[in-house]
């Protein structure tokens, strides 16, 4: 399944906007009010549809994220990503994103079907839990990255990630629904 417009707009819950309604958008937004109302994170410290953009042989690919947190350095802290299907076959896609985020390596990364979640650490590649539990509140995530150092990937390391993650998300460009699908280039 790929994200499309289902014809009809909805109010944002980060911004208040009225914006499209998709087919990954209300998930979005079930998620956005789950991490704020029920796990206490601040509204101005979720992003919603975050740009990931990496190069494939000089060529600027994008990859929407759905959601990342910040903390007050506005240094990113936790991406969440919905994805379709099993949650389980997104997890190395996940982690290469976590490795590869501006500002990053972001040390946490959450996908999710809205049904189950896993949590991972982006820098060692491990789940750490699995279940909507899983998701840790904001205090429990300011914890776990209490004294975390950001330590860039070496060139060629990046560049070794970014082509595996070119393979999770290359297939939407120019394939299946085409247009659609295909990911944005760089803006």
Known sequence: MHEVSLGGTLRDYLSGE???????????????????????????????????????????????????????????????????????????????????????????VVISDSMDAFLLDAVSGKTLARGLK??????????????????PLPAERRAKIERIFYTYTGFLQGTCCSESCSLPTGK
């Open 134 to 151: 899983s998701i840790p509140d904001h205090k429990e995530l300011l914890k776990m990255v209490d004294g975390y150092v950001r330590e």
């Open 18 to 108: 009225v914006i499209e309604e998709t087919t990954y958008e209300e998930f979005r937004q079930v998620l956005a009010k789950l991490l704020v109302e029920e796990l206490g994170y601040p509204k101005e410290s979720l992003k919603a549809k975050v740009d990931l953009c990496f190069n494939i042989d000089g060529e600027e690919m994008c990859r929407t994220i759905d959601l990342v947190i910040y903390d007050k350095e506005d240094k990113p802290i936790l991406m969440v990503m919905f994805c379709a299907g099993d949650v389980g076959s997104y997890e190395r896609e996940a982690v290469c994103a976590g490795k590869l985020f501006q500002g990053g390596p972001v040390p946490y």
